[in-house]
C-alpha cells in the first residue's frame, strides 16, 4: 500500500503548469500557492538556471567546457512536466517557400524566395544515406558528401575487401575529427550482402547472347559452375528444382533476362527453361525467384564474418539484407551479441525487406526489428513492378504508426549516376518518399560510382527540404493520433505533448537528452515541424539517430556523474550548441525534454524557453532520491512492442479485392497501413492513357495494338513531322477504330503545339562539340552566326537574351545536360560571356530554359498559327499548347481556332501545357481559361 501511494504522490507533484503546483489529495487536486512547497513550506533556492549570456554564442572551447561554466541564460517562460497523456493542442505551420537553390560543383543561383535557414544542411529533416565507393571513399570527399547534406556512410559488403572497408571508415571518422560541422555526428552502416543466387561464369568469361523463345537447361550441378552458354546456366542454389514449379520464372541479371520453367528433373537437379526475351548473360549475374519461399539460411559464412567486423570496427548500424521473417532479425542480432555482447546489443538492425515473403511476414519483421528499409531493386522484381508503390507505402506507414525508422532506397536519382540532374520522374520520386513519410532517402550507384556523386546530394538535400516543406503537418499530426492504438505509454504521452506544444507556440528547437535514444525516437515519431536537437553520452547511439526524420545528433562529451545528475548541464550545453550552429538565436523559443529517472524512464519533463532572455524561472520541485527508490516505474515506462493496423498478408488468407479494406479506413495513416499487395487491382480503369505517336507506332496496326493495351488518346508532337505526316497519323488512327471499334469506346486525337522556345543554332559541319567545365564562350544573338556554334560560341534565336538576362543567371541547355553562367553582358553587340559549369557534348538546334527570367515570346508563333489552322482543318479533338505563361496565351490559341473555322474552333478542347516558373505563378489565372492542364514536367523540370 506504501507502494501504491508513492506512486500517487509523484504522479501529483510532478504535474504542473506555469510553475504552479498542484498536490495529490484523497480525491482530487489541489493547486498550491507559488512561493510555497508542497506542504506549505518556504520555497527553496532558486533554479540553477542561471545567467549566461547568449547573445554572441560560445566559442568551442566554451562548448566543450560547458558543464564546467553555470548554467545558461535561457530562462523558463514556461514549465510542462508530464506523467499521462496531454490534452492536444492544435497548431497551424505559416506557408512559406523552400530554398531553390540549384548547385552544380562551383555553380549556385538562388531563388528570390530562398530562406537562409534552409541553406544550412544540419536543417534538413530527413536524413541523407550515401553508399561509398572507389570515387568517394577519400577524406577530401567523404567531406564534400557532408557538406552537400550526406548524413549517414553507407557500404556495401557484396563489394570489396575487409581492408577497403576498414579504408572507408577510418577516412569517414577523420572527416568528423578533421571538420566536425558544427558537432552534427555522421553515422556508419554496414550493408550484408545476405542469401543470394547467383548463376556461374560464362565460358571464356565473356557475354553470351540468350535468344527470345529458345530453350536451355539450368543446372545445380557444381562441376558446371564455369560453363554457362546459350545452352546451360549454373545456378547456385542447390534447391532450386524443389522450389520452383512449371510456368514459375526465374529473373536473371535485375530482371533483363527471364526465364520461363518448362520442366524439371528434381534427380538430376536441372530444369529446362524457356528464354522470354532476349538478352546477354554475363558471368555471375543475380537471380530472383518471384513468389517463391526459399529456404535459404539467414546469414551466410560471409555475413557472420562481416557482422563479426562490424562489430569490430564499432559501426553504427546494419542493414541486413533479404529479411524474410522475425526470425531472421533474431538470428542478426544473435551474430552481433556473439561477437560483443555490449556493442552487439547497441548496433541497430535496419531491415531490408526485397522480396514477397518479407511483406507478407512484415508485421512480424516490423516488432522485432530496429527499423525498416524498402529495398526496391530486388523487391521490384520480386513483386510486380505495380505492385512496389502499393509496398512502399504499406511499410512506411506502419513504420510511422510503430515509431521505427523507414528508409525509401533504390533508383532514387539512378540517372544522376552519368547525368547532372535527376529526371523528372525520380526528383518526383524523391519526394513522394518523404510525403509518404519516410525518414530517409538513399543514394547507391549516384556516389558509389557515379560521375556526379556531389550534385547527386546536392539534389537530393534541395527535394527533401521542398518536400518536407510542403507537407501537412498539422493533419498528418491529427491523424497519426487518431491511428495510434491507445492507451499510449508515460513516454510516449510526453512525446506527444511536447510536439503539441511545439506547433501551438512555433517552436524553433525540440531539444532532448537521450541515454537510450528512445525519446528521440518518441518525439520523431510526432513529427514536430522544427528540429530535434538530440544530445547523447554515447556517440554511436547518437549517431544512429540519424535514421529517424527531424533529428540532429550530437555528442555531449562528458562522463555521467557520480552522484545527482548533470541535466542542467547537458541542457546548457545543448544551447551553446544550437546557438553556435545557428539553429536558434537570441528571442527564439526551445522547448526542453528529457527524463528525471536516468535508465529507467526516458522522459518524464518538458519545459520552454525563451533563448537569451533573463527571467527567473519558479523553482521546480525535484522528488528526492530516497522516495524514488520507493517507486515501482517498471509498468509505467515498459517497451511495448506496437500494435499494427493492416490485412493479415499470410499465404492462407483471402485478399479482398480493389483494397476494399482500406478503403474502409478513418485516417490516411490506416488507409495506407491497410494496402494489399495481393488484393486485386480495379476492375476498370478509369485513369486516360495518352500516347505519342511516332514512325515505329503510326501503322494502323500498332495503333490498334496500343489501343488493346491500353490508349484512349493519340498524341502528335508538332515540333517534329510534316503535316503529310500528322495527317498520316489521323487518317491511321481513324482507320484503326473504324476497323475495330472494340465496343465502341472512342478514340480521342491530339495535337501538340511546339510553342514558343529558344534554341540554339547549328554547330560547325553539324558535329557535336565538348564544352569543357569552367571554360568560357560567347553567347550571341546574332542570326548571321547560326550555323557557327563552337566551343567559343553558341548562337541563339531569342533577341532578347541580352536583355532579359542578368550577371549570375543560368542558361539550360539540352534539357539541362549543359549549364551555362552568365559572367558578363553587352546588350549593344547582342552578347553574354557565359561559363561552362558542367561539362557536356552540344549538338545543333538544342533546346534553351532560362529559370527565374520572364521571356517575353509571343505566345503564338506563325508556325503555331499555321498548325492551329491545321488541327481545325482535320477537325482533332483536342489542343495540347505548349509554353502556356498568362491567361491571355489561352485566349490566344482559342481566338486562332475560332478564326479558322468558328463551330469546330470553339469545340476543341484547349489544354494548357504549364512548363516554366511563369506558369506556375499564373496557374489560377489560367486554369479558370482553359479546358485543362499538363503538368509537363519536362521544361518545367
Known amino acids: 500500500m506504501r507502494r501504491a501511494q508513492s506512486r500517487l504522490v509523484i504522479k501529483a507533484t510532478q504535474t504542473k503548469f506555469y510553475g504552479g503546483l498542484v498536490r495529490q489529495n484523497t480525491a482530487h487536486l489541489q493547486p498550491v500557492q507559488r512561493g510555497r512547497g508542497a506542504e506549505g513550506h518556504q520555497k527553496g533556492p532558486q533554479s540553477s538556471w542561471n545567467s549566461v549570456n547568449l547573445r554572441h554564442g560560445a566559442a568551442p572551447n566554451q562548448v566543450k567546457s560547458a558543464p564546467a561554466a553555470q548554467a545558461s541564460s535561457a530562462s523558463a517562460l514556461f514549465t510542462g512536466t508530464l506523467l499521462g497523456a496531454a490534452a492536444a493542442v492544435g497548431g497551424a505551420r505559416a506557408a512559406r517557400r523552400a530554398s531553390e537553390t540549384f548547385q552544380q560543383g562551383a555553380m549556385k543561383f538562388p531563388s528570390k524566395y530562398e530562406e537562409i535557414a534552409d541553406t544550412n544542411p544540419v536543417t534538413k529533416k530527413t536524413d541523407i544515406i550515401c553508399t561509398i565507393g572507389p570515387k568517394t571513399k577519400s577524406v577530401e570527399m567523404i567531406t564534400k558528401l557532408r557538406e552537400a547534406g550526406m548524413n549517414i556512410v553507407r557500404m556495401n559488403f557484396s563489394h570489396g575487401s575487409y581492408e577497403y572497408h576498414g579504408e572507408v571508415i577510418a577516412n569517414a571518422r577523420k572527416s568528423y575529427e578533421q571538420d566536425p560541422m558544427g558537432g552534427n555526428l555522421l553515422a556508419i552502416a554496414l550493408d550484408t550482402k545476405g542469401p543470394e543466387i547467383r548463376t556461374g561464369m560464362t565460358v571464356g568469361n565473356e557475354n553470351v547472347m540468350l535468344e527470345k523463345g529458345t530453350r536451355l537447361t539450368v543446372t545445380t550441378d557444381e562441376a558446371k559452375k564455369d560453363e554457362c552458354s546459350a545452352s546451360l546456366i549454373y545456378m547456385d542454389y542447390k534447391n532450386l528444382p524443389k522450389v520452383m514449379s512449371i510456368g514459375g520464372i526465374i529473373f536473371v541479371d535485375d530482371g533483363l533476362i527471364a526465364l520461363k520453367c518448362v520442366s524439371i528433373d528434381a534427380g538430376a537437379g536441372t530444369l529446362e527453361c524457356e528464354v522470354v526475351n532476349s538478352g546477354l548473360l554475363g558471368s555471375k549475374k543475380g537471380c530472383n525467384l518471384p513468389e517463391v519461399d526459399v529456404d535459404l539460411p539467414a546469414l551466410s559464412q560471409k555475413d557472420k564474418a562481416d557482422l563479426a567486423f562490424a562489430v569490430e570496427q564499432n559501426v553504427d548500424m546494419i542493414f541486413a539484407s533479404f529479411i524474410r521473417k522475425a526470425q531472421d532479425v533474431r538470428d542478426v542480432r544473435a551474430c552481433l551479441v556473439a561477437a560483443d555482447p555490449v556493442i552487439g546489443k547497441r548496433i541497430r538492425i535496419v531491415s531490408k525487406i526485397e522480396n514477397h515473403e518479407g511483406v507478407r511476414n512484415f508485421d512480424a519483421i516490423l516488432a522485432e526489428t530496429d527499423g525498416v528499409m524498402v529495398a526496391r531493386g530486388d523487391l521490384g522484381i520480386e513483386i510486380p513492378s505495380e505492385k512496389v508503390f502499393l509496398a512502399q507505402k504499406m511499410m512506411i506507414a506502419k513504420c510511422n504508426v510503430a515509431g521505427k525508422p523507414v528508409i525509401c532506397a533504390t533508383q532514387m536519382l539512378e540517372s544522376m549516376t552519368n547525368n547532372p540532374r535527376p529526371t523528372r520522374a525520380e526528383a518526383s520520386d524523391v519526394a513522394n518518399a518523404i510525403l509518404d513519410g519516410a525518414d530517409c532517402v538513399m543514394l547507391s550507384g549516384e556516389t558509389a560510382k557515379g560521375s556526379y556523386p556531389l550534385e547527386a546530394v546536392t539534389i537530393m538535400a534541395q527535394i527533401c527540404r521542398e518536400a518536407e516543406a510542403a507537407t501537412f503537418i498539422k ?186 479494406v482500406a478503403q474502409d479506413s478513418s485516417t490516411s495513416f490506416e488507409h495506407r497501413c491497410k494496402l494489399d499487395i495481393y488484393s486485386s487491382p480495379s476492375s476498370r480503369r478509369a485513369t486516360g492513357i495518352i500516347c505519342t505517336i511516332g514512325p515505329k507506332t503510326k501503322s494502323v496496326e500498332m495503333i490498334t495494338k496500343l489501343r488493346e493495351a491500353g490508349m484512349n488518346i493519340v498524341r502528335m508532337n508538332f515540333s517534329h513531322g510534316s503535316y503529310e505526316y500528322h495527317g498520316e497519323v489521323i487518317a491511321n488512327a481513324r482507320k484503326s477504330y473504324e476497323q475495330d471499334p472494340m465496343g465502341g469506346n472512342l478514340l480521342a486525337i491530339a495535337l501538340d503545339t511546339k510553342g514558343p522556345e529558344i534554341r540554339t543554332g547549328m554547330t560547325v559541319g553539324n558535329e557535336n562539340v565538348m564544352l569543357e567545365k569552367g571554360t568560357r564562350l560567347t553567347v550571341t544573338t546574332d542570326e548571321a552566326k547560326k550555323d557557327e556554334c563552337s566551343a567559343s ?45 558542367n561539362s557536356g557534348l552540344l549538338g545543333s538546334k538544342k533546346g534553351c530554359n532560362l529559370p527565374e527570367v520572364d521571356v517575353d515570346l509571343p505566345a503564338l508563333s506563325q508556325k503555331d498559327k499555321a498548325d492551329l489552322a491545321f488541327a481545325v482543318e482535320q477537325n482533332v479533338d483536342m489542343i495540347f499548347a505548349s509554353f502556356i505563361r498568362k491567361a491571355q496565351d489561352v485566349r490566344d490559341v482559342r481566338a486562332c481556332l475560332v478564326a479558322a473555322d468558328p463551330v469546330i474552333g470553339k469545340r476543341i478542347r484547349i489544354v494548357s501545357k504549364i512548363e516554366n516558373h511563369e506558369g506556375v505563378r499564373n496557374f489560377d489565372a489560367i486554369l479558370a481559361e482553359t479546358d485543362g492542364v499538363m503538368v509537363a514536367r519536362g521544361d518545367l523540370g
Request: proline share 6%; net charge neutral.
Open 475 to 660: 493533419k498528418k499530426t491529427e491523424q497519426m493520433k487518431k491511428t495510434i492504438p491507445r492507451p499510449l505509454s508515460m513516454n510516449e504521452s510526453v512525446a506527444s505533448a511536447v510536439v503539441d506544444a511545439s506547433q501551438a507556440h512555433k517552436i524553433k528547437l525540440i531539444i532532448t537528452l537521450t541515454t537510450t535514444g528512445t525519446s528521440a525516437r518518441l518525439i520523431s515519431k510526432y513529427r514536430p515541424i522544427c528540429p530535434i536537437m538530440v544530445v547523447c553520452r554515447d556517440a554511436h547511439i547518437g549517431a544512429a539517430l540519424h535514421l529517424h526524420r527531424s533529428t540532429l545528433p550530437f555528442h555531449y562529451p562528458h562522463p555521467k556523474p557520480e552522484a545527482g545528475n548533470d541535466i542542467e548541464q547537458r541542457l546548457n550545453f545543448a544551447i551553446r550548441v544550437a546557438v553556435k550552429n545557428g539553429l536558434v538565436r537570441e528571442g527564439d523559443p526551445v522547448i526542453l525534454a528529457y527524463g528525471m529517472h536516468s535508465g529507467v524512464s526516458s522522459l518524464t519533463n518538458y519545459r520552454m524557453i525563451t533563448v537569451g532572455v533573463k527571467e527567473e524561472r519558479p523553482d521546480v520541485y525535484s522528488v528526492p532520491p530516497e522516495l524514488l527508490e520507493l517507486c515501482d516505474f517498471t509498468d509505467a515506462y515498459a517497451v511495448t512492442k506496437p500494435k499494427l493496423l493492416g490485412p493479415d498478408l499470410s499465404a492462407n488468407s483471402n485478399h479482398i479485392d480493389m483494397q476494399t
Open 793 to 837: 560560341l553558341i548562337y541563339m534565336d531569342y533577341k532578347n537574351l541580352p536583355k532579359v538576362m542578368s550577371i549570375g543567371g543560368i542558361i539550360f541547355v539540352d534539357d539541362g545536360l549543359i549549364a551555362l553562367k552568365c559572367v558578363s553582358i553587352d546588350a549593344g553587340a547582342g552578347t553574354l560571356e557565359c561559363e561552362v559549369v
